[in-house]
């Protein structure tokens, strides 16, 4: 299947109709019976729309090409539910301000991928409305969470784009785990209004700050499509994309770290790593081997994980007893930690994004190691809300996505994005 942006060339240049695209892609989700990935979609309007695209001048860079969205996020006239029964029935009257943006430049948003509940799981994918959702490359394995519908979407070749959420690691996991292209925004980067729980209004100054809202798709190039025409404050505001530091693999500065005793990679994971830094090294690119100085990624780990808690504290809909003074704390621990991570020696840092390929449904222990060890190597960037984006590096010998996880400087996404361009080839 094409990538979207291979679609929209294709409508542009009028080599196919966006109907005869939507066509075929609504086709497919509605003869899906395995990977239930797609949950919810508005036929009608996705081929109206079409037709309007067809006979309209282009409006964008993705101009007549449908996509779907993360069932968290407001598409106006489709229900949000974040997969809880007791939103079951809401329906959103207004688009989120990435949706407002992606429809701007021409997409067409078919529907919504499912999510797992209140998207409270990071390794699996099950909504109390929607079900089960099921890794493309094995139906037996999960797809990863909570984006875990929208991964599988693109691997199913159900939508040409996807537009997620990443608090721990929804994104990237998802990614990894279903072999397709994720990446968490530098935090604050895309607007997030239209992402909140149905019903409460949208506070963007809440700490800490967390979460993110950001693309998945099937290669580095449709990543930066999509946060080309997503990101950037609300108006009257405007910004434009930080370019990348380099255009060449070879004049990269890459800090390498491939395992670690707290979630030590299995050695599928392991393998194509090491197979990864190769292809690196003989591209001339500079190799430095070890974590960032000063980073303790045990520390930051644990960090994070506290952080997490008072993030759930702050949005769990319960009085809590925190004070300013804490807040404050915990906002400066992250400062500290961001500024470790300085990238005056390295312009990306390359690790894995999971210890583990995409693992059976329901296992609470993975490879021997603590279900929440799957956050390790993801916990570092969303501490220091830094981009970072998981990328496909498998599969393995049994046919099992593998993901490397590639993380930015602060704000400099498409030096994370360009890198895994062209490591990708």
Excluded at 42 to 71: C, F, I
Aim: proline share 8%; glycine share 10%.
């Amino acid at each position: 299947m094409m990538t979207a942006g291979e679609v929209a060339e294709r409508i542009r240049t009028g080599q196919v109709t966006s109907r005869e695209v939507t066509e075929e892609l609504l086709a497919r989700i509605a003869a899906d019976t395995e990977v239930n990935a797609v949950v919810e979609v508005r036929t009608e309007y996705a081929l109206k729309a079409a037709d309007v695209a067809d006979a309209t001048p282009s409006t964008g860079p993705l101009h007549g090409v449908p996509m779907t969205v993360k069932d968290a996020i407001n598409v106006a006239g489709l229900h949000t539910t974040w997969g809880n029964p007791a939103f079951a029935e809401y329906v959103a009257d207004q688009d989120a301000t990435v949706v407002q943006r992606l429809q701007r430049a021409g997409a067409i948003t078919v529907g919504k991928s499912n999510v797992h509940t209140m998207l409270a799981d990071f390794g699996q994918t099950v909504s109390e409305i929607h079900g089960r959702t099921n890794n493309p490359a094995d139906l037996s394995r999960t797809p990863g969470g909570s984006s875990g519908g929208s991964a599988a979407a693109l691997a199913a070749d159900l939508t040409y784009l996807e537009y997620g959420s990443d608090l721990v690691g929804s994104i990237r996991l998802p990614a990894a785990y279903c072999g397709v292209y994720g990446l968490k925004p530098t935090n604050g980067l895309v607007p997030q209004r239209g992402f909140q729980l149905p019903g409460t209004p949208y506070l963007p100054s809440e700490l800490p700050n967390l979460s993110t809202i950001g693309p998945l798709a099937r290669s580095a190039a449709d990543l930066r499509l999509a946060l080309q025409v997503t990101a950037g404050p609300e108006a009257p505001y405007s910004w434009q994309l930080t370019p990348p530091r380099h255009r060449r693999l070879q004049d990269f500065r890459v800090g390498v770290v491939t395992d670690h005793p707290m979630a030590p990679v299995t050695s599928e994971v392991g393998d194509a790593m090491a197979a990864t830094i190769d292809r690196l090294a003989r591209s001339g690119a500079k190799i430095v081997e070890g974590w960032p100085d000063g980073v303790d990624p045990v520390e930051q780990a644990e960090q994070f994980g506290e952080q997490v808690g008072l993030f759930f504290a702050l949005h769990g809909g319960e009085p809590t007893e925190l004070t300013v003074d804490e807040l404050l704390a915990t906002e400066r621990a992250r400062m500290i930690a961001r500024a470790k991570w300085h990238f005056e020696d390295i312009d990306v840092f390359l690790c894995p994004t999971s210890f583990t390929p995409a693992f059976p449904h329901g296992e609470t222990t993975i490879n021997g190691q603590p279900y929440e060890a799957q956050v390790f190597w993801i916990a570092h960037a969303s501490l220091i809300g830094h981009p970072a984006l998981s990328m496909p590096i498998g599969p393995t010998k049994d046919g099992l996505p593998v993901g490397a996880q590639v993380i930015g400087p602060w704000h400099e996404d498409d030096t994370a994005i360009t890198f895994a361009e062209l490591l990708a080839g």
